[in-house]
């Protein structure tokens, strides 16, 4: 078990003792412990247990526990709860507005055991009744349960493609694989999927025993032409049987809206494109349009869209640069020297570091001494490594009245900086807007980072004016961040256009914490497909040059 599944044992653990008030100090000790094991650089259960007493904040009663889960996978403590803890309590640490004490009251004070319950209570105003539960906790808690609530069963796409190989290399053993192709929201590339689906080219009844195995999926609907199974995972898989695959695979593979304009243009007779080599590839040929690549059929208007062509589409391969990650000066878990490194084995030609600031205390924020230190390593490296360079940045906290929090003289050191908010996230679309366009207009302010603060299935994010600070992004010369990372994507693909129009430029960053996260550029530029951005209007796909020559004139 590697130190992040060690680090979630112990918090579950800690957070449970306070859900059934238990020993807070105790609770708090194995919270601690999670904390230092998840930060550790090294492997715990790789290391001697005589020495894992050294390690700061574990203890006799965390060190027993560790030595329970390396030897049998569990702990018994654990368990124990787990098992006299109804599980609709245990789903409501999903909810945002509370945390492990105020669900001890929900259930043992209130007599609720699920998130159901819970809406019900909030929308009867039963929580203003107890200590520690006002209005604005219990409209928040009800907002995060309908949130919740409405995303069950829901995935982010890095979710569906981590097994996506499995299910197809299962169907390919099936059905032949080239008589099954992968279609809906995973072909179309959107950030979430509700079901995956595939277009087979079968009888559907002759098919349906092939899934009469031991461990049967579970069979939800029957329709016509398709089935609908659910798999252990709770992720549904559809299946549509046909004889005509090209057809079937493109009318379940676009919007309603792409469609009827597609069967909308006359057809031109003797004017034939190439084929390409998708399966629905021939559909296009014939009406002689040139291939839209499926992450492109949102809209009728990009059929007559050239930049909706695959020749066209941005590609990983284009990113020269890493924008916006955090080293060990902060919360990341690598030394800047280990980033340039690994940077540099991707051909990448640069890398902006942008560690928290100072208000974020959570993060280990630099300090303005801590950033001096900062660029005094940066200037050795940049020395070591040339040419590749490190630029000088800093992830920014945007604070409540819009400012940014460092002094000029701090700001002024940076060759670029990246505001973002990260606290006080509960605001009106007004009060939103207002503190991002303030910070927008801060001379400092290079990039806007993740605009809404969302958290895909798991965080709304606050409400903004999108026209208007796209506007503001405009007129202040500020690029706009497409946050890379899977339960990010933000901004979102759907006003990405609109701030091209505008003339804003995009930036596709990792907001990477750790080497691996480097590879999360990769979802951000598949869900820059789906719009027109190119490597020209994408700043991690200038060159060093000409990214530090967009910086010099734009000071």
């Known amino acids: 078990m590697d130190n992040i599944g060690i680090a979630e044992k112990l918090e579950l653990l800690s957070k449970l003792l306070d859900i059934h008030g238990a020993d807070p100090f105790k609770a708090k000790a194995f919270a601690a412990a999670s904390f230092t094991i998840d930060k550790l650089p090294y492997p715990l259960f790789n290391t001697p247990v005589d020495k894992w007493r050294s390690i700061r904040g574990i203890g006799a009663s965390v060190t027993n526990a560790l030595s329970q889960l390396q030897e049998t996978g569990t702990i018994d403590l654990l368990e124990e709860l787990l098992k006299n803890t ?57 907002q995060s349960i309908q949130f919740i609530l409405q995303h069950q069963g829901h995935f982010l796409f890095a979710e569906i493609e981590a097994i996506f190989p499995l299910i197809d290399n299962y169907l390919a053993q099936l059905f032949g694989k080239e008589n099954i192709a992968v279609t809906g929201s995973f072909r179309r590339q959107l950030p979430t999927i509700e079901e995956l689906a595939y277009v087979v080219l079968a009888e559907k009844e002759n098919s349906k025993t092939k899934f009469e195995t031991a461990q049967p999926p579970l069979l939800l609907e029957e329709e016509e032409g398709s089935l609908l199974y659910q798999l252990k995972n709770g992720l549904r898989l559809r299946l549509y049987f046909t004889n005509d695959l090209p057809t079937t695979l493109f009318n379940t593979s676009c919007s309603e809206d792409f469609k009827i304009a597609f069967d909308n243009i006359a057809l031109k007779k003797g004017v034939k494109t190439a084929v390409h080599d998708a399966p629905d590839g021939i559909l296009f040929s014939e009406k002689g349009i040139p291939f839209v690549h499926p992450a492109k ?60 600031s100072a208000s974020a205390f959570y993060a280990n924020g630099l300090s303005a001494e801590r950033v001096a230190a900062q660029h005094q390593q940066i200037d050795l490296l940049n020395k070591r490594y040339a040419p590749f360079r490190i630029f000088k940045s800093i992830e920014s906290d945007i604070l409540s009245d819009g ?23 509960r605001m009106l679309k007004e ?78 960053n990792p ?40 910086l010099i004139k734009r000071k």
Request: net charge negative; proline share 3%.
């Open 86 to 142: 109804p599980p609709g309590v245990i789903e409501m640490l999903q909810i945002k507005g509370i945390g492990p004490k105020k669900i001890h009251t929900i259930w043992k004070e209130m007599g609720i055991e699920s998130m159901g319950e819970l809406l019900y209570a909030c929308q009867e105003n039963r929580l203003l009744h107890y200590k520690g539960f006002g209005e604005k906790t219990q409209e928040a808690v009800a």
């Open 403 to 425: 400012s940014l929090d460092y002094e000029e003289t701090v700001l002024s050191s940076f060759d670029l900086v990246i505001a973002s908010i990260h606290s006080n996230l």
């Open 297 to 356: 059929r949102e809209k009728g208007t990009q059929l007559f869209d050239s930049t909706s062509s695959t020749q066209t589409v941005l590609q990983e391969n284009q990113i020269r640069g890493l924008i916006h990650c955090h080293s060990t000066w902060s919360d990341g878990s690598n030394e800047l020297e280990e980033m340039v490194q690994e940077c540099m084995k991707r051909n990448w030609e640069y890398m902006v570091i942008s560690d928290h």
């Open 431 to 508: 009060k939103a807007t207002e503190r991002l366009i303030r910070a927008i207009e801060n001379p400092f302010t290079t990039i806007l980072g993740h605009p809404t603060g969302r958290l895909l299935l798991s965080r709304a994010g606050y409400p903004i004016d999108h026209e208007k600070i796209i506007d503001a992004c405009a007129t202040n010369k500020v690029a706009i961040e497409i946050n890379a990372h899977p339960r990010r994507l933000d901004l979102d693909w759907t006003w990405v256009d609109h701030a091209l129009e505008k003339g804003v430029l995009l930036s596709i």
């Open 511 to 550: 907001d990477a914490h750790q080497l691996e996260g480097f590879n999360d550029i990769r979802y951000g530029i598949l869900v820059a497909q789906k719009t027109k951005l190119s490597a020209g209007q994408n700043l991690s796909s200038f060159s060093c040059k000409e990214f530090e020559n967009w």
